[in-house]
């Protein structure tokens, strides 16, 4: 059987009525309702044949038909190909323009926006450490035996963090073991810092290392041991309870089950990490492997640095969510979260290099 232009045409609109209306439609209210230019016996029949496509289901024998997951997706792809981000770019970009100092704290307002504007609960995917290249190391004493590490990414992601010394480390000796593990650990992956390249770099530096005592051996496994902290992806929400808001989570039982699995970081980075890398990602209903969000649908798009994805960013809410708001409200959050990393932390990594090259 034909999908042709006609049941094409009465699909989407018992879609837009049911992503509204919350209701079964039936084949009367869609020739009231909507000027197609057909008879309501002729809706009618294209109704059925579009339930035997498996495009819409009956809840109960005397009511309309509301669409399937398959009905979703087939109006979801046509949006994703025809949306325009016109709507919401400006005003976002205002927004976003005076949150930059921080990528961390940048990307959560970020999620807080989207809430806002959707009504939907909002997520991001916090920037994976792992994957940056390492630009500087430096330590710094806060008390006899504290040290603070602070870690400097190409990307210009910094960490810090405290380290706990066996024995008090002479500031003389901090700056030359920060200085050193700058030039040794420089431009490769935090990812790849192991006790292999440890033993390498213990090799390459042993005369060096002797006059440190063990001091630069606590270091660098402290910082090894750093390192696997930032292998854990970190997921964050805004307007978690506002998917209560919504009829299809009235029944409370249902509605603790689906908090409880959002509250799990974990489950949820899962979610996002098994996407594909596409720029926007829109997963319905069934299409979701977890039992607890076959009833939702997840938009979710990347941000990136250095066409690197180092994140996402997306929002959770029910199968007849707004799409076309949705989606159009998801790229240009996008577009300009991606706009404004490229040019406050771009520029800042490659001056530091040009100057790093000047010094040189």
């Known amino acids: 059987m034909e999908l042709n232009d006609r049941k094409i ?82 005003q976002i970009k205002k927004i976003l323009q005076g949150e930059i100092d921080e990528m961390e704290k940048f990307i959560r307002n970020s999620a807080r926006i989207l809430s806002q504007f959707t009504k939907y609960t909002s997520f991001v995917m916090t920037p994976q450490l792992k994957e940056s290249k390492l630009k500087r190391i430096q330590l710094v004493p806060i008390s006899e035996n504290k040290l603070l590490m602070v870690i400097v990414t190409e990307n210009n992601l910094v960490k810090n963090v405290i380290l706990n010394m066996k024995i008090p480390v002479p500031e003389d000796q901090m700056n030359r073991i920060s200085n050193l593990l700058t030039q040794k650990l420089e431009g490769r992956q935090l990812k790849s810092l192991d006790k292999d390249l440890y033993n390498h770099i213990s090799k390459e530096i042993y005369s060096i290392r002797e006059s440190f005592d063990d001091k630069f051996d606590d270091v660098f496994m ?116 991606n706009r404004l990393i490229e040019e406050n932390y771009i520029d800042i990594a490659r001056s530091d290099t040009d100057e790093q090259k000047r010094k040189g």
């Open 9 to 90: 045409k009465i699909l989407k609109a018992i879609v837009s009525s049911y992503i509204h209306e919350g209701e079964a439609i039936g084949s009367r209210t869609i020739s009231k309702k909507y000027d197609l230019g057909i008879s309501s016996a002729t809706v009618r029949n294209e109704m059925s044949d579009l339930e035997e496509l498996g495009f819409l289901v009956q809840p109960h024998t005397s009511a309309g038909r509301v669409p399937t997951d398959k009905a979703y997706r087939l109006y979801v792809d046509k949006i994703i190909r025809n949306s325009s981000m016109n709507k919401y770019n400006e």
């Open 222 to 337: 402290l910082l090894l041991n750093t390192m696997k902290q930032y292998e854990k992806v970190d997921v964050y929400y805004d307007g978690l309870t506002n998917i209560l808001n919504y009829p299809e989570y009235s029944n409370t039982e249902k509605a603790k089950e689906l908090l409880s699995f959002m509250e799990d970081k974990k489950s949820m980075a899962s979610v996002l990490m098994d996407e594909t890398g596409e720029d926007l990602a829109v997963s319905i209903g069934n299409e979701n492997k977890y039992d607890e969000i076959k009833q939702c649908s997840v938009v979710s798009a990347t941000y990136k640095l250095n066409g690197m994805i180092i994140g996402k960013i997306g929002l959770i809410g029910p199968t007849r969510m707004d799409y076309k708001n949705v989606i159009s409200m998801v790229k240009a959050l996008s577009l300009n979260v």
